[in-house]
């Protein structure tokens, strides 16, 4: 059997240990599509921020259908789509890239997935997709995590080899809640506590207890690394490596903050069997079946 070399939720204590894979797979000397120093801020950082790479008529077309499909879920009782913990508000809607056919061809769209396959160096899919909400007053947040331990974990990705890509519909101002991040937090493993329980993902998605770095883990990749608060306008595009440790703030304020979320893996990374002992989780949060790589089309700027 061969060792897991990102093992979590063992048992074993909580630890950091240094990441076993690239962080950009393009070869050197390989044309990026966009400067060289965002890809270098990416590289040392874990992440970049794209701002206003898409123009605001796009992104008013794109607040349109997930206004749409928000007031048409609001009640429907779904696996797909999410609530507040304590309240009917949606929290996240699941699977948009295969729903809606705004966002498909948003999945498709060069500037996204062209990035993708330059930063991963291969043919890409999309393992997740989904509609992130924080209401205004009520937002929860979303306490620290790495994606990457979740999906190796729940999901069975074997390789830190997928990009997370969030696409923002309003502001994110300092004030409702805008993605937080640890620079330099994509270079480690964060290992994690506990066992994972039955059916996690039922529970996880609203408030998640079992795949979060111990307090000590975190202090230290912040001392190391500081914090960054992605503070953008609209139609700005949030590039995170998918083990770059993040997470957010509730939203006390009046002004909602929305986003598009898609995670594009490389095609030679897709999932085996979970590396917890639970079935693998539903196909809304984690691509099994039918598996092809993404055509991309060009954008409409």
């Known amino acids: 059997m061969k060792t897991d070399d990102y093992p979590s939720r063992t048992g074993e204590p909580a630890r950091?240990?240094?990441?076993?894979?690239?962080?950009v797979y393009a070869p050197q000397?390989?044309?990026p599509p966009i400067s060289q120093a965002d890809i270098d801020q990416f590289e040392q950082r874990?992440?970049?921020?794209?701002?206003?790479?898409?123009?605001e008529r796009e992104v008013a077309a794109l607040e349109q259908a997930s206004a749409q499909l928000r007031k048409h879920l609001q009640h429907e009782h779904s696996q797909e789509t999410i609530t507040e913990p304590g309240s009917?508000?949606?929290?996240?809607?699941f699977r948009i890239h295969e729903t809606s056919p705004v966002f498909k061809q948003l999945a498709r769209d060069k500037r996204l997935a062209g990035l993708?396959?330059?930063?991963?160096?291969?043919?890409?899919?999309?393992?997740?997709?989904?509609l992130n909400y924080k209401p205004g007053f009520c937002g929860k947040e979303f306490y620290w995590h790495s994606d990457?331990?979740?999906w190796h974990v729940e999901d069975g990705m074997p390789r830190m080899r997928a990009v997370s890509m969030s696409i923002t519909l309003t502001d994110n101002i300092a004030e409702n809640g805008p993605l937080m991040l640890?620079?330099?937090?994509?270079?480690?493993?964060a290992v994690c506590e506990g066992i994972t329980p039955e059916n996690h993902h039922l529970a996880s998605l609203k408030k998640q207890e079992y795949g979060t770095p111990t307090e000590t883990c975190l202090k230290t990749l912040v001392e190391q690394g500081g914090l960054a608060s992605t503070v953008c306008e609209k139609g700005s595009v949030i590039v995170f490596d998918c083990n770059t440790i993040h997470g957010s703030n509730s939203n006390?304020?009046?002004?909602?903050?929305?986003?598009?979320?898609f995670v594009y893996n490389a095609l030679s990374n897709q999932v085996v069997t979970p590396f917890c002992a639970q079935p693998p989780r539903p196909e809304h949060l984690c691509a099994r079946q039918n598996i092809e790589p993404i055509p991309m089309e060009i954008s409409q700027h």
Request: cysteine-free; overall charge positive; hydrophobic content about 40%.
């Open 29 to 31: 000397g390989a044309p």
């Open 16 to 23: 950091l240990i240094p990441r076993q894979d690239p962080v």
């Open 182 to 189: 640890i620079p330099g937090s994509h270079r480690y493993f």
């Open 46 to 55: 874990g992440f970049m921020v794209l701002h206003k790479l898409l123009p």
């Open 252 to 261: 006390m304020t009046p002004f909602p903050r929305s986003n598009v979320f």
């Open 88 to 93: 009917h508000e949606v929290r996240s809607i």
């Open 148 to 150: 990457f331990e979740t």
């Open 116 to 130: 993708a396959r330059y930063l991963l160096n291969d043919d890409v899919y999309i393992h997740q997709s989904r």
